[in-house]
């Protein structure tokens, strides 16, 4: 029988951590086979969302772990984290990772529980170097790796306006690290030289949506930002398709999966070099950087140049395009990850049986 792999997660949804995780679902390599699993069955929406604070839920979803008896366990996000903590406490003696997402901690809780997991689990993985470096003190030889975040090739989107056209899109969750408001301040600018500029923000309310749709009503934005609410793949490219730039003002970061989506889509990023988007994106080259100083003067005057010089962003696009052509896939790094690990393990004789 194949040895199983449990990457538990807190809930299937449309985030970074989510998809990467379905593309790796049910993916074999030799005796290795990785399967999802989620502290969560059934969470929709964000009053769904609400009810993922429950301690009895992760209590019971530890006692589900703990039957399911893995090879291995990878544990992503602060909820995952404490159902990992409390099954070792319900007598899992599995093989534990820690997989870290994000170059900082999201909140008191979550700091609290990756430190206490870091110290407890056999290896640390990160979706990237940055949030390796940067989200926690390593402890003295603990394993670490970094896997890659590619979750798919994706073919460039046919545009259907002649390009670059000032029109811009994000998609993600309406959350505060995403910072959307600060998206909008920064295309109101670019609006005031191009009043034909448009905004599209797709994507579910993570609590910032009524304050979105005020501040957009206030500033007399109604005609050119829209909010559509979440997307299936399919929505989101035939909207790509309409864009010249994707635009994202996030406080913090680990890989970023839209950042690279897009890229690979052929739209031009106008970022915040947060997290590893530092690391895989250029300034003047492959993207527009949004830096604290001097501001969004320079990124908006970069931006109105590329739009006045369409083979200044043709350029740009193509070198977008092809940042990423070499890198390998994640279900197929995080299988040679796992393998990797379970036979050192085996060598040590530290796998414990089930």
Same mark, same amino acid.
């Given at each position: 029988?194949?040895?199983?792999? /449990?990457?538990?997660?807190?809930?299937?949804?449309?985030?970074?951590?989510?998809?990467?995780?379905?593309?790796?679902?049910?993916?074999?390599?030799?005796?290795?086979?990785?399967?999802?699993?989620?502290?969560?069955?059934?969470?929709?929406?964000?009053?769904?969302?609400?009810?993922?604070?429950?301690?009895?839920?992760?209590?019971?979803?530890?006692?589900?772990?703990?039957?399911?008896?893995?090879?291995?366990?990878?544990?992503?996000?602060?909820?995952?984290?404490?159902?990992?903590?409390?099954?070792?406490?319900?007598?899992?003696?599995?093989?534990?990772?820690?997989?870290?997402?994000?170059?900082?901690?999201?909140?008191?809780?979550?700091?609290?529980?990756?430190?206490?997991?870091?110290?407890?689990?056999?290896?640390?993985?990160?979706?990237?170097?940055?949030?390796?470096?940067?989200?926690?003190?390593?402890?003295?030889?603990?394993? /670490?790796? /970094?896997?890659?975040?590619?979750?798919?090739?994706?073919?460039?989107?046919?545009?259907?306006?002649?390009?670059?056209?000032?029109?811009?899109?994000?998609?993600?969750?309406?959350?505060?690290?995403?910072?959307?408001?600060?998206?909008?301040?920064?295309?109101?600018?670019?609006?005031?030289?191009?009043?034909?500029?448009?905004?599209?923000?797709?994507?579910?309310?993570?609590?910032?949506?009524?304050?979105?749709?005020?501040?957009?009503?206030?500033?007399?934005?109604?005609?050119?930002?829209?909010?559509?609410?979440?997307?299936?793949?399919?929505?989101?490219?035939?909207?790509?398709?309409?864009?010249?730039?994707?635009?994202?003002?996030?406080?913090?970061?680990?890989?970023?999966?839209?950042?690279?989506?897009?890229?690979?889509?052929?739209?031009?990023?106008?970022?915040?070099?947060?997290?590893?988007?530092?690391?895989?994106?250029?300034?003047?080259?492959?993207?527009?950087?949004?830096?604290?100083?001097?501001?969004?003067?320079?990124? /908006?005057?970069?931006?109105?140049?590329?739009?006045?010089?369409?083979?200044?962003?043709?350029?740009?696009?193509?070198?977008?395009?092809?940042?990423?052509?070499?890198?390998?896939?994640?279900?197929?790094?995080?299988?040679?990850?796992?393998?990797?690990?379970?036979?050192?393990?085996?060598?040590?004789?530290?796998?414990?049986?089930?």
């Amino acid at each position: 029988m194949p040895r199983k792999i /449990v990457h538990l997660i807190p809930y299937d949804g449309i985030g970074g951590v989510e998809m990467a995780a379905a593309s790796a679902e049910g993916v074999v390599l030799d005796d290795v086979r990785l399967e999802r699993m989620f502290v969560f069955e059934k969470v929709q929406d964000r009053s769904g969302r609400g009810k993922t604070f429950d301690p009895l839920a992760l209590w019971r979803a530890a006692g589900r772990l703990v039957q399911a008896k893995p090879d291995l366990v990878i544990l992503s996000l602060w909820r995952a984290v404490l159902v990992g903590l409390l099954a070792r406490l319900r007598g899992c003696r599995s093989p534990i990772v820690l997989f870290l997402h994000n170059s900082l901690d999201a909140h008191t809780l979550d700091k609290w529980a990756t430190r206490l997991a870091a110290g407890e689990v056999e290896a640390i993985w990160a979706d990237s170097q940055q949030t390796l470096d940067q989200r926690l003190p390593i402890p003295d030889g603990k394993p /670490v790796r /970094v896997i890659s975040f590619i979750v798919e090739r994706r073919e460039p989107v046919r545009m259907e306006t002649p390009p670059p056209a000032p029109d811009f899109i994000f998609w993600g969750r309406l959350a505060d690290q995403k910072d959307p408001l600060r998206s909008i301040a920064l295309f109101e600018q670019i609006r005031e030289k191009r009043p034909e500029a448009t905004l599209t923000l797709i994507g579910p309310d993570g609590g910032l949506r009524e304050e979105i749709e005020r501040v957009v009503a206030s500033r007399g934005l109604a005609e050119a930002v829209r909010l559509t609410g979440a997307m299936d793949r399919a929505g989101i490219e035939q909207a790509a398709a309409k864009a010249s730039f994707y635009l994202q003002t996030s406080r913090y970061e680990g890989m970023a999966l839209s950042v690279i989506e897009a890229m690979q889509a052929g739209l031009v990023p106008v970022v915040t070099p947060v997290g590893e988007i530092a690391s895989y994106t250029m300034p003047g080259e492959t993207a527009i950087w949004i830096e604290n100083t001097p501001g969004e003067g320079q990124a /908006v005057a970069k931006v109105l140049e590329l739009i006045d010089k369409p083979e200044l962003w043709t350029t740009m696009r193509a070198r977008s395009i092809s940042s990423f052509a070499e890198r390998p896939l994640y279900r197929d790094d995080i299988m040679l990850a796992a393998r990797a690990m379970l036979d050192e393990l085996g060598r040590k004789g530290s796998v414990t049986a089930q």
